[in-house]
């Protein structure tokens, strides 16, 4: 269940907001009053009612941590919000300045379609914000992996005592690769793979090494590593 947010309090006080107008616009209005204009405010107030409890529900038990706060303007509720403003705005104009009924039903179909859209469109920003933000994540715990694969080989190498330059090398490779960007992209898997088999490999060189000839089998490994590496970057930076 999800925590309650700035932006879902706003939510349920509106709608708590919008619910009390419909109640009073319905006490307050004599049944010979009620006419055309009346029900259209009657009914929009209370489909406001049931959209902001229902999302603010729907969202509570859905446990969607996506959606933002409201300062960011990144979220369906907070378009609802604005929404139930727009509606409670018209429902007090039209009490003192009378439009005649198409213009009124205009003006609530207008209104209704503006923060549908404007809904829908933030709705696919936050979609793809945090399909991009999962993404950037899955590739630096995959560079992280690198990294230790990197360190791990660096670690076996130094226990020769000729190997202590190329274990300088190997923590370097895994130095750059912490602090290369995080993103990728899928032209990119190859060399990315490759460069996880070539650490992999270097890592159980390493392991298996104990009289100095790990260097010698691996220098090519890490030099293809730094290469892989290198153009990794590069390439990515020309993709952005």
């Known amino acids: 269940m999800r925590k309650l947010t700035f932006s879902l309090i706003l939510l349920f006080l509106l709608g708590i907001a919008v619910a009390g107008a419909t109640v009073v616009t319905f006490l307050l209005t004599s049944p010979e009053m009620r006419n055309t204009h009346f029900w259209i405010s009657f009914g929009t107030l209370a489909f406001c009612t049931v959209l902001s409890f229902g999302y603010g529900i729907l969202q509570v ?129 190859a060399e990315e793979e490759r460069l996880a088999n070539l650490l992999e490999t270097l890592r159980l060189s390493g392991a298996d090494s104990s009289d100095g000839s790990g260097p010698q089998e691996g220098e090519r490994l890490l030099s293809e590593a730094e290469r892989l590496l290198k153009e990794r970057n590069a390439r990515l930076l020309r993709l952005k």
């Not at 609530?108 to 859209?117: D, P, T």
């Open 61 to 189: 038990i859905a446990g969607d941590e996506r959606v933002a706060p409201l300062p960011s303007l990144f979220s369906l509720g907070t378009m609802i919000c604005f929404y139930d403003l727009f509606v409670l705005a018209a429902v007090l104009v039209t009490r003192s300045w009378t439009l005649s009924v198409p213009a009124y039903v205009a003006l609530h179909v207008g209104g209704a379609v503006l923060f549908l859209v404007l809904g829908g469109f933030l709705s696919m920003v936050v979609l793809s914000t945090g399909r991009n933000d999962e993404e950037a994540r899955h590739s630096r715990l995959r560079l992280a992996d690198l990294a230790t694969k990197a360190d791990q080989a660096a670690e076996a190498f130094s226990l020769g005592e000729e190997t202590g330059s190329f274990a300088t090398r190997l923590r370097s490779l895994a130095e750059a690769l912490r602090y290369s960007d995080p993103m990728s992209h899928p032209s990119l898997a």
